[in-house]
């Protein structure tokens, strides 16, 4: 299959997709997705090590994942299940326009289902459901740089990761306990990955941060700041903290009002004027799969009326 | 006795400019040397390619480390250079704003260095923090203050402070009183001739200010022009100048 300008389509097998014969497949062409899987082969090989890339100008604005869409593209295969979640949710619109994009370009099956996809790009969360060694998460990055607000110098950064000066992070985590008598950062938590380098998981939460020590693939694309790096499977990933504080994954202290979950991380939603609030589970995939398996919240309307 | 520094021939040039020719001493543990010269007369640069700052064109800096005796710092490798920078060596900038953080408080600077090192216990640090805020003579309460809100005499006790807390054997000291008044001055020197003596620090002060040697070293080195032209005990030469530069500098200096 040739388009217009000659370039030769990924793989075959896109034949019998729906994709838009004016793109090729998943959008980049192959000497680009090529160059970003070196980049991401290269970023498995030292793990939490930021790779330079080129990255390339997106049909959407930076800070709406381009470094993860181009992660994606390069990682997508035509046999692959995509899911793209936004801050745990499928149905926003961030995540419906990479999900769409996707569709297009590429041809890809796509679910909402965690446990179904293989590929699995997301803003901000981790999957409740726990990941196996089969599936790939991809996480969009907006600051790749752990140390960027305490230095400003992206040479003196590069200096400071090769040379383990890490002093200069928990001199952060000092000042937060010094002001608020305990850490305070809640998401980017920096971690150690592998003993070596101190690195950004993207802004996830904290709660999140036990979950990177996972056997699926994680990778990390930062589009405006052209960065990849990259977690493999079963690293050991360590939050920084200090002996007398220890590292404190937290959530609110609840359970989902929709499904009654008492692990999950939640979002609190303010329902009404009155100061009227509920927590739900921020991961919408888990709490629907518990809801069709008959588990209920405080706020759940009666079953009647779901069946209605 | 080996001496801790070894300092053998260095040469710093700025391309047809000379920073510094051909230096050359011993420093031994527990003594401490002063650098004086005129402005632009290469002291600064000498003290910056002792300490690692800035790469001398040759020559050679071996110092007394803890673990594999002598090594020449110059030929070592960065890590290992920052290493000693953090543990074994101190440097105190003129101007304190230069040497500390001023976005951090007063105890996340001083226990920078201790978390550097590998410290991990918050009580630990901040003890510490709050015993050498003791030792410098500032008030205990402002430990959670940042540098900003610190007088100019606060600031570069805070940034001793901050320096000697991991217990360095030698300490470079460039100007370590310009820019703050006669009393403060004062107050500054009796706290740094006292830490001195109390750890048995080895230091290397380069100043313009005579009183400050007169005071603080216990031998002189008189530059000018990037070369060394005298060298001596400090009473010795400050008393009997035999340079014809050391004689003019030491008449140069204002009698109240």
């Known amino acids: 299959m040739m388009r217009p300008g000659g370039d030769r389509v990924g793989d075959d097998r896109t034949e019998a997709a729906v994709t838009d014969p004016a793109y090729n497949f998943a959008y980049l062409d192959e000497q680009t997705k090529r160059m970003i899987r ?3 082969l290269k970023g498995l090989a030292v793990p939490g090590y930021q790779v330079p890339f ?5 049909p959407m604005p930076y800070g709406w994942g381009t470094g993860g869409v181009q992660v994606t593209a390069a990682t997508l295969t035509p046999d692959d299940t995509l899911k793209v979640i936004d801050q745990g949710a499928d149905d926003t619109t961030n995540a ?13 099956a796509v679910t909402e289902r965690t446990a179904d996809a293989t590929v699995i790009q997301t803003r901000h969360r981790i999957p409740e ?6 599936q790939i998460l991809v996480y969009q990055v907006p600051i790749p740089e752990p140390l960027r607000f305490l230095e400003p110098r992206e040479t003196e950064t590069r200096k400071m990761h090769a040379l383990q000066d890490y002093g200069l992070m928990h001199v ?11 850490i305070a950062k809640s998401y980017a938590y920096p971690v150690k990955v592998s003993g070596r380098y101190v690195m950004d998981p993207s802004p996830i939460p904290k709660f999140d941060n036990p979950k990177l020590d996972m056997p699926a693939i994680q990778l990390f694309g930062a589009g405006r700041e052209q960065r990849i790096y990259a977690v493999p499977p079963y690293t050991p990933v360590v939050s920084l903290d200090f002996e007398d504080f220890p590292f404190d994954p937290s959530k609110a202290d609840h359970a989902c009002d929709l499904c009654g979950a008492d692990t999950s991380y939640l979002d609190e939603v303010i329902v009404d004027d009155a100061g009227g609030r509920m927590f739900v589970c921020s991961d919408t995939d888990f709490c629907g799969e518990r809801r069709d398996a008959g588990h209920r919240g405080a706020m759940s309307p009666p079953d009647a009326a779901v069946q209605a | 006795m080996t001496p801790l520094l070894q300092v053998t021939g260095i040469t710093r ?11 050359s001493f011993d420093l031994y543990p527990g ?3 002063g650098i004086v010269g005129e402005s632009g007369s290469g002291k600064s640069t000498l003290l910056n390619c002792l300490a690692g700052h800035q790469r001398p064109d040759s020559g050679q800096v071996v110092f007394d480390t803890r673990a594999d005796g002598p090594r020449d710092t110059v030929a070592m490798s960065e890590p290992e250079r920052r290493m000693l920078g953090r543990t074994d060596w101190a440097f105190v900038h003129q101007h304190a704003r230069d040497g500390l953080r001023m976005g951090v408080s007063a105890g996340g600077n001083i226990g920078e260095r201790l978390m550097a090192v590998g410290a991990r216990h918050y009580g630990d640090i901040r003890g510490q923090a709050t015993d050498w805020l003791g030792r410098v003579e500032i008030d205990t309460a402002r430990i959670d203050d940042r540098p900003a809100a610190f007088s100019g005499g606060m600031q570069q006790r805070l940034q001793i402070a901050r320096n000697l807390v991991t217990g360095p054997r030698l300490v470079f000291m460039d100007e370590p009183t310009g820019g703050l008044d006669v009393s403060v001055q004062a107050r500054l020197l009796d706290l740094v001739r006292g830490l001195v003596r109390q750890m048995g620090l080895s230091a290397l002060i380069v100043t313009h200010d005579l009183a400050v040697v007169r005071l603080l070293a216990d031998r002189l080195m008189v530059m000018k022009d990037g070369n060394v032209v005298e060298t001596g005990l400090t009473d010795q030469v400050l008393d009997d100048p035999q340079h014809g530069y050391t004689q003019l500098l030491v008449s140069s200096v204002l009698q109240v």
Do not use: W
Not at chain 1, 129 to 134: A, F, I, S, V
Not at chain 2, 13 to 18: K, L
């Open chain 1, 129 to 134: 459901h726990p990941l196996t060694e089969d």
């Open chain 1, 54 to 58: 080129a990255s390339r100008e997106m």
């Open chain 2, 13 to 23: 040039t700025y391309g047809a400019r000379i920073g510094c020719r051909d230096v």
């Open chain 1, 38 to 40: 070196r980049a991401i």
């Open chain 1, 96 to 108: 419906v326009s990479i999900r769409k994009f996707f569709q297009k370009t590429a041809g890809v």
């Open chain 2, 31 to 33: 003594e401490v040397m």
């Open chain 1, 172 to 182: 952060k985590l000092y000042e937060d306990i010094a002001q608020n008598g305990a």
